[in-house]
């Protein structure tokens, strides 16, 4: 298969999902574009190298957000509306679910950078732990008990008292 071809395959199959992960960790659907773009540049200049796309192309894409982060040294929360849509018969059973939403993607962005990538790797962008394991550099039982500790901080944010959108 040709390079072109190769790197059009891992494109159609990954651009979105890098994309969503980027959106979920910044401040900007634009920065989240510009970021998976970088993302697939650095897929194409290394794409003979790489024997795991998946995995190279999460990796690549927290680094990026951390350096995006490093160097702009703010941090925003931002809506996961668009990551989360669904359809609501009700309007008010949207409202309180999508004010849920913002409780918890609050709560998420509150954690741990390594708590928050394996959160949204594994339960929005539905990766496998093994995966995440492979991406993140750690041993898959290790993983387990980082997911473990990251539900478990989660659920301590989302059970404060004083903790609320």
């Not at 409202?95 to 949204?120: G, S």
Request: charged share 35%; hydrophobic share 40%; with cysteine.
């Amino acid at each position: 298969m040709s390079k072109k071809k190769k790197f059009s395959k891992i494109f159609d199959k990954f651009f979105e999902k890098i994309y969503r992960f980027c959106y979920l960790k910044t401040d900007s659907q634009e920065t989240a574009k510009d970021l998976a773009q970088e993302v697939f540049l650095k897929y194409w200049e290394k794409i003979e190298e790489v024997e795991n796309p998946q995995s190279f192309l999460y990796k690549v894409a927290r680094d990026l957000v951390y350096d995006f982060y490093r160097k702009s040294k703010s941090r925003q929360i931002l809506p996961l509306e668009e990551a989360l849509i669904s359809d609501c018969q009700n309007l008010e059973e949207k409202i309180i679910r999508d004010l849920e939403f913002e409780r918890i993607k609050k709560a998420i962005l509150l954690l741990k950078p390594e708590y928050q990538d394996v959160l949204i790797m594994h339960y929005v962008e539905g990766i496998s732990l093994k995966e995440i394991a492979k991406i993140l550099g750690k041993k898959e039982g290790t993983l387990r008990v980082l997911l473990f500790r990251a539900l478990k901080a989660l659920k301590e944010k989302l059970s404060q008292k004083n903790f609320s959108v």
